[in-house]
């Protein structure tokens, strides 16, 4: 089993091969490439105990953030910031024991799961600069107090800032109806 794979600020480009599924890589970070097409699933269906890290952060990958990724997966960190993703946040996200999750600078759209955190894990979270909307989960208030970080702005958020801690971070909306 390969465990760590580390190709950040290669300079890469193309796709991410769905081969890379079957080596059950427990760290995979390709951040900072110019990778496009879409996450590929099959780097979801590796079943371990271990925790796992995906970091896809500034490429140009489309499509959604996969919903096949779900239990017994242990990902402990998934970054997806600063692409061109779409879409709406997978509901399946709220069975990860995840401590940091951004999906920030992208292109997502909806609402938030009113599970998607699970309060005992989650320690960073941005969800920065896309185009959510709704409310903001009333089950979030204990887990954005504890966050380390937690960003919300630039999104079409209907309730005023969420109660987090002293590293929470709204800024004006990017919404110009509102």
């Not at 950040?8 to 890589?25: D, F, Q, R, S, Y």
């Not at 970070?29 to 780097?43: D, E, F």
């Not at 399946?92 to 999906?103: G, K, N, V």
């Not at 919300?152 to 990017?174: A, G, Q």
Request: glycine share 6%; proline share 6%.
């Amino acid at each position: 089993m390969l465990e760590q794979l580390q190709l950040a600020n290669n300079k890469l480009t193309g796709t991410i091969p769905e081969a890379l599924g079957t080596a059950h890589v427990l760290f995979l970070n390709v951040s900072g490439n110019a990778l496009t097409g879409r996450i590929p699933v099959a780097l979801f269906n590796i079943k371990t105990t271990r925790p796992l890290t995906y970091d896809f952060s500034h490429n140009q990958l489309t499509g959604e953030i996969p919903s096949e990724i779900r239990d017994p997966l242990y990902v402990d960190t998934l970054k997806v910031e600063d692409n061109q993703l779409t879409g709406t946040l997978p509901e399946q996200l709220a069975w990860l024991e995840m401590t940091h999750f951004t999906c920030n600078d992208n292109h997502l759209t909806g609402t938030i799961p009113l599970d998607f955190v699970n309060d005992k894990y989650m320690q960073w979270i941005d969800v920065s600069n896309n185009e959510l909307t709704g409310t903001i989960p009333e089950g979030w208030k204990k887990t954005l107090k504890k966050a380390q970080k937690c960003d919300f702005s630039n999104n079409c958020f209907d309730d005023p800032e969420p109660m987090c801690n002293s590293n929470f971070t709204r800024t004006d909306n990017r919404c110009p109806s509102l």
